[in-house]
């Protein structure tokens, strides 16, 4: 209720924002609970702990990847999820396309852009990211469906909002090249967590990634 009145305060379709439930850390039964209140997309952190929980919940459970992916976790991840939301680097990239063909799947990718240039978060540079990225609109197994970013640490939801701006214009820049108008590149954006989401909804976010908001503070 509170994403669909952020929504349309700022005349958006509530339905174009997805609720992700961040479930990372969170045990199977937690996860059943928010199963049965109606929630369908869970994004995890590591691949590990998700390939644990997933025997173990709903079959028709969309799983999402939050977290950076390593080389040697790229054939389970492929296998167990639908969409990737942290392609940090072209080789990644390159990597899961080539096992999603092995697999004989086609999986969704978002691109990880590092807004506020932190050494400690991972993601392409925001300068010429439509270039750097052009390559990847040929990949045929790994679609890139938009941008993914977590502003820097602020003191309010507020001070994100430039950032959750700028994304938006990244993506509107891909939109107008021809490599991805020719893939029809649907441009979606997830950004916005338990602190920001409103921000995020209203400055365009398709995706917001909740976790303390339906969990409760994260178990360690």
Known sequence: ARIERAALAVGRDPAAVKLLAVSKTQPPERVIEAVRAGLLA???????????KAPLLPADIEWHLLGPLQSNKVRRAVALFRVVHAVDRLAIAFELDEEAARQGRRIAGLIEVNLGAERSKHGFPAAELAATL???????????????????????????????????????????????????????????????????????????????????????
């Not at 869970?42 to 644990?52: K, L, S």
């Not at 003191?155 to 090249?177: M, T």
């Open 42 to 52: 869970f994004g995890e952190n590591r691949v590990q702990e998700a390939a644990a």
């Open 134 to 220: 052009a390559p990847l609109a040929a990949l045929v197994h790994l679609e890139i469906r938009g941008l993914m970013a977590i502003p820097p640490p602020s003191a309010s939801a507020e001070e994100s909002r430039p950032h959750f701006r700028r994304l938006a214009g990244l993506r509107d820049e891909l939109r107008r090249r021809p490599e991805w108008q020719a893939r029809g590149f649907a441009g979606e954006l997830s950004m916005g967590m338990s602190g920001d989401y409103k921000i995020a909804v209203e400055e365009g976010s398709n995706m917001v990634r909740i976790g303390s908001l339906l969990f409760g503070e994260r178990r360690k």
